[in-house]
């Protein structure tokens, strides 16, 4: 295994280099994993188009990523090695990630660092100058890289100016305030793909020698998410209705420490650092009564004395306590707000309290930890966490699921690749804190210009052009599609369809699933979206900017989307890292695997619409770790 | 809260645009601001009037694509992100004027939308490290020290926004300029490019049509990461001499 | 030589006339509030018009004179380029603007002051400089040398209440001038540094108050002594 990659490389065709400048490719998306491709591939010398939504690549939600990046350089000396870095990375996804791709994930990890360096990201750093590194997400090793709190944002700021450059030499065409419609395949491959202007309305077709999406999770098909208001799942949900498998589409990660939902109007919940838990303590009202009381505001949180306050997290995982993982986290607040135990007006939040700590070290120490996170929440809820404490909901912030890909990173679409958040690799059933911008950064400057490279030797480089006639083909079918969205006019806006799917996928398939509940989850689902088509209201024309248009496409592609995650959700039958169905746990509640039939990931063929999707299985072969259950007791 | 929203409405780029005013009622101070054009927005959608388009992503105030002009100041009364303004800012029954970033740079593309790919431009023409992907050193054969790690990285904190444009009376880029050419300028890795980047940037600034700089610090001020105009000094450092020594003619 | 043109066509290189020929009146003023001191002085002008006639004929002080002139001449015309590229980018202004929270009232508006101070410029160097360069003045004679009696022109001129006035309240102007654009000046250069803007600016705010109040006193002194 520790081989696989470099024998690959080696193994892997390779394009001269004077015919490089023949081959055009296009990435789509241009966060961490296509800006790094786009740069990358540009410097090579293949002719890159670049397409975001965005007004700017530097908005790709990447930046928002605050904690940090793994990498397995062992520059602390605490033991730290590649190996470790990928028996982590395994484990922590519950054995539900192919072996070979985390294993390069680690290996490569180190280039990372060494590449943001010298584009002078500026990460934090020792007195002594060399770089400073924080253990991260209950890693037993310190391997972390930071910049402040804004980690996502530096790195992604440096493959910008990479793409930007690139972009300055010519290599790279950029396509800002564009959004890419449909995939164009000839011949099985493919070549090209369909793009709607967004300021102008314009419906273009673009060809290619090779197409990567680089687009992001699906998060938002919750509604209420983590991610950015634009993140959508469009472009890779495209791809597989052309015939791009979609790989554990169930696999989505809760983050504990969210700010709670405040109301109706909420539009997005806002992440508070995993290191808060570091230092708070969570508890709710040992009981109801007392719980309601506070909600009522009736009594207040200081009128509640020792006895009757449930630290449940330490109290269930002594040894772990406040620090138990991600998932383990969000699944006991929420057993103990469906007790009738949660605080805030909404009943859905616990609290998460630094009155112990700043006991301990004064307020000082705390404000020096974790002002800034202070004030942010502060800000948002116009609460001071000093006085009271906080309160926090789990919220959903990243999928592991995604277009499948093999080990170059194509998906079952010959020339069509998937880097970063946007397929379904290296995580498993669950990510670890501080790998997704080192898996989005590893595909896009150390895996994909090798594994591209190994398809484009063998498609002759003859100029595709646009002239085809399945680009026409294609480009009607998109614009026939605006076209139906904008002839409804329904009553009902798109944030009403979309408020309500998030609803039924939170309540059914969020973080406890039941084979009864994601029935009914399908059932309403298949309803909504024929009420969607039906009945929903898209103002203005193509011709102009149109946010109700441009939302209307993504929600429609969600609507879909929700039913394969409630399918494959059901399908597997036990308990893994993100997933968990309460049918099977242990006796203690704990996430009860079953390696025996599930230890595979589930690739979905889309067959058709109104057809059930097809299962294609790919086993999960673990040669290198030992399958255990995971405890935190 | 009751509140009245006298907001600029403008069709397209050709358009000339004007003030149409909105009242919007039930509005909670725990809103986001952004969140309460949400509720206007699903208000006069239901009513088949054209929603208000405005810039918006992140909603967490990294991002950079929220802006607007908030009763006369850029990201409105607070010195953060419009998107991590509360309506708890303002009073009941007070009326908010909402305008575009006013600059000939940012040209208007419909309602509160402005186009900044100005700022796209100034960093292509020198804002990065001339280092293609692999064949780098070691992360850490070169120290830096921390004090500089530490600028480098205030200096680098810049979102994109536009405030700094916004706020000035000048309309001037200079601080969103000389972020990147301080982070750059302080850091060892930027400084075999670093007279050229220095030029470079600056003669796309102007190219742009952004104004001159006055030292009102109006854009530290407003800055929503608070980057300060020791930056524009620095960078005002690093013209000066690349112009008198670099190899440009 | 196309670097230099390109350079001064920068607004970068506009702003470092700007502030270097600022810097340079700066000093002028020093210069020219010091050796009008001499009007304090009870001696029936006689140290003052000396001081004139030295200012006129030394050829180092020529040479700072046709400096001087430059500056003004070139802080004008690079202000008026300045100011259009200012306006011009920004064609449309904002319908509500609380500017004043977030900059002081002086530093947006240096051009008004500015100009201001220009009108009030030429005025006064046609009431004395013009006067002591080309104009007909009575002659005294000190320890038997000629001079001519600047001061007695000095004195006529400010017994007039308006004059005074007038003087004072540009003054004012020059105060609230000098204000932003000595430490502005000093930013414009690149000179901002922890341990010395500080002083810099504490400088600066001393010394727009000082020089101004100072040859604001000086009108006052006459109209009220004589």
Request: hydrophobic letters at 40%; one cysteine or more; charged letters at 20%.
């Amino acid at each position: 295994m520790a081989e696989k990659w470099t024998k690959h490389k080696f193994n892997s065709k390779l394009v001269n280099p004077a015919n490089k400048r023949k081959y055009d490719v296009i990435v789509v998306g241009t966060g961490l994993a296509g800006a790094s491709a786009a740069a990358s591939l540009a410097e090579l010398g293949y002719n890159v188009k670049a397409f975001t939504f965005h007004d700017s690549p530097r908005r790709a939600h990447s930046i928002a990523a605050q904690g940090g990046i793994n990498a397995a350089k062992n520059y602390q000396n605490d033991g730290d090695s590649i190996f470790r870095l990928f028996y982590d990375t395994i484990k922590g996804g519950d054995y539900r990630a192919r072996e070979a791709n985390v294993y390069r994930l680690a290996e490569v990890s180190v280039k990372i660092i060494d590449q943001c360096v010298a584009q002078g990201v500026p990460f934090a750093r020792e007195y002594g100058g060399l770089l400073a590194n924080r253990s991260f997400g209950g890693a037993q090793v310190s391997r972390t890289f930071y910049a402040r709190g804004q980690t996502g944002q530096q790195l992604l700021l440096g493959a910008y100016s990479a793409l930007s450059r690139q972009v300055a030499t010519g290599k790279v065409r950029l396509y800002p305030r564009t959004e890419m419609m449909d995939v164009v395949m000839i011949d099985g491959h493919a070549r090209g793909i369909v793009t709607r202007n967004l300021i102008t309305g314009a419906v273009e077709t673009h060809a290619a020698h090779a197409v990567l999406l680089c687009t992001g999770g699906y998060g938002n098909v919750f509604f209420l998410s983590t991610n950015a208001m634009g993140c959508n799942v469009t472009a890779a949900w495209r791809a597989h209705k052309r015939g791009a498998y979609f790989a554990n589409p169930c696999f989505t990660q809760i983050h504990p420490t969210c700010i709670p939902v405040s109301g109706d109007h909420q539009s997005k919940l806002t992440l508070m650092s995993e290191s808060l838990r570091n230092d708070g303590r969570v508890w709710v009202p040992a009981t109801k009564e007392n719980a309601e009381k506070l909600r009522k505001g009736q009594i207040k949180v200081s009128d509640l004395k020792e006895e009757d306050r449930d630290y449940f997290l330490e109290r269930k995982y002594p040894s772990f306590g406040n620090l138990v993982p991600r998932d383990v986290a969000s699944r006991n607040a929420k057993y103990v707000c469906d007790e009738g135990r949660g605080v805030n007006e909404t009943g859905e939040a616990v609290f998460l309290d630094f009155r112990d700590a700043i006991k301990r070290d004064g307020k000082q120490v705390i404000e020096q930890k974790y002002g800034n996170l202070f004030d942010m929440y502060k800000q948002i809820t116009g609460e001071d966490p000093y006085e009271v404490p906080m309160m926090i909901y789990p919220a959903v912030h990243y999928t592991m699921g995604g277009l499948w890909v093999d080990y170059n990173l194509m998906t079952t679409i010959p020339g069509l690749y998937s880097l970063g958040e946007a397929n379904f690799s290296d995580h498993g059933a669950n990510r670890l804190g501080a790998s997704a911008l080192m898996q989005g950064l590893a595909d896009g400057y150390f895996v994909v210009p090798y594994t591209i490279g190994d398809y484009l030797a063998q498609t002759p480089p003859k100029k595709v052009d646009e002239s085809h006639p399945e680009f026409a083909k294609v480009a009607q079918e998109v614009k026939a599609r605006i076209n139906r969205l904008l002839t409804i006019n329904g009553k009902k806006t798109v944030d009403h369809f979309h408020k309500k799917l998030g609803k039924i996928m939170w309540n059914h398939c969020g973080m406890a699933r039941t084979a009864e509940g994601l029935k009914q989850a399908k059932a309403e689902i298949q309803e909504l979206r024929k009420e969607f088509w039906a009945d929903v209201k898209v103002l203005g024309t193509n011709e102009e900017l149109n946010l109700s248009l441009e939302k209307a496409h993504r929600v429609a592609d969600f609507l879909e989307l929700g039913e394969l995650m409630v399918d494959d959700a059901l399908n597997r039958d036990e308990s893994c890292g993100g997933h968990f169905r309460e049918e099977y746990q242990t006796p203690e509640g704990e996430a009860l695997r079953d390696d025996e039939n599930f230890a595979y990931v589930a690739a979905w063929k889309y067959m058709g619409e109104g057809q059930a999707e097809e299962l294609n299985k790919e086993p999960l072969v673990f040669e290198n770790v030992k399958l255990t259950q995971r405890s935190y007791k | 809260m009751k509140l009245t929203l006298k907001i600029w409405r403008q069709k397209n780029s050709s358009d000339k645009g004007g003030f149409a005013t909105y009242p919007v009622d039930h509005v909670s101070k725990d809103m986001s601001f952004l969140e309460m054009l949400d509720v206007l927005n699903e208000e006069l959608t239901e009513k088949g009037e054209d929603p208000v388009h405005f810039d918006h992503d992140c909603r967490e105030g990294i991002c950079g694509m929220c802006s607007l002009y908030i009763n006369g100041k850029p990201h409105g009364p607070l010195q953060t992100t419009t998107c991590q303004l509360h309506m708890r800012s303002f009073n009941d029954g007070e009326t908010i004027t909402i305008e575009p970033w006013r600059a000939k740079a940012f040209p208007v593309v419909k309602d509160l939308v402005v186009d900044r790919e100005a700022f796209d431009r100034i960093i292509q023409a020198g804002g990065y490290v001339n280092v293609n992907t692999g064949g780098v050193p070691d992360a850490n054969e070169i120290p830096v020290a921390k004090t500089i790690a530490d600028l480098a990285m205030d200096a680098a904190q810049c979102i994109g926004c536009g405030a700094c444009v916004a706020a000035c009376k000048n309309a001037s880029a200079m601080l969103f300029t000389s972020a990147k050419v301080s982070q750059l300028a302080l850091l060892p890795q930027g400084q075999v490019e670093r007279k050229t980047r220095a030029e470079k940037m600056v003669a796309q600034m102007d190219a742009e049509g952004f104004g001159a700089c006055t030292n009102t610090g109006a854009c530290e001020a407003e800055c929503p990461k608070g980057i300060s105009i020791t930056n524009i000094a620095r960078m005002n450092r690093e013209y000066f001499s690349a112009v008198m020594s670099s190899d440009n003619v | 030589m196309s670097w230099v043109t390109k350079t001064l066509k920068s607004t970068l290189g506009r702003k470092l006339i700007m502030a270097l020929t600022g810097l340079f009146l700066i000093l002028f003023l020093t210069g020219h509030v010091s050796g009008n001191m001499l009007l304090f002085k009870n001696d029936g002008g006689e140290a003052f018009n000396i001081y004139a006639k030295f200012m006129t004929t030394n050829p180092a002080v020529k040479v700072l004179s046709y400096l001087t002139y430059i500056s003004v001449i070139a802080h004008v015309i690079y202000s008026i380029i300045l100011s259009r590229q200012n306006k011009s980018a920004r064609p449309i202004g904002y319908a509500e603007s609380k500017a004043s929270t977030n900059s002081r009232w002086a530093s947006r508006n240096m051009g008004i002051l500015g100009t201001i101070i220009l009108i009030f410029l030429v005025v006064h160097m046609q009431s004395f400089w013009a006067q002591m360069h080309w104009g007909d003045l009575p002659v005294v004679t000190y320890d038997g040398e000629e001079y001519k009696d600047l001061y007695s022109i000095v004195n006529f001129a400010f017994q007039n209440i308006f004059m005074v006035i007038g003087y004072v309240v540009a003054m004012a102007f020059l105060a609230f001038h000098l204000s932003h654009g000595f430490a502005s000046a000093f930013q414009t250069l690149g000179w901002n540094h922890k341990k010395y803007s500080p002083a810099i600016k504490a400088i600066g705010q001393f010394y727009c108050i000082v020089v101004p109040v100072l040859f604001a006193a000086m009108p006052l002194y006459i109209y009220f002594t004589s």
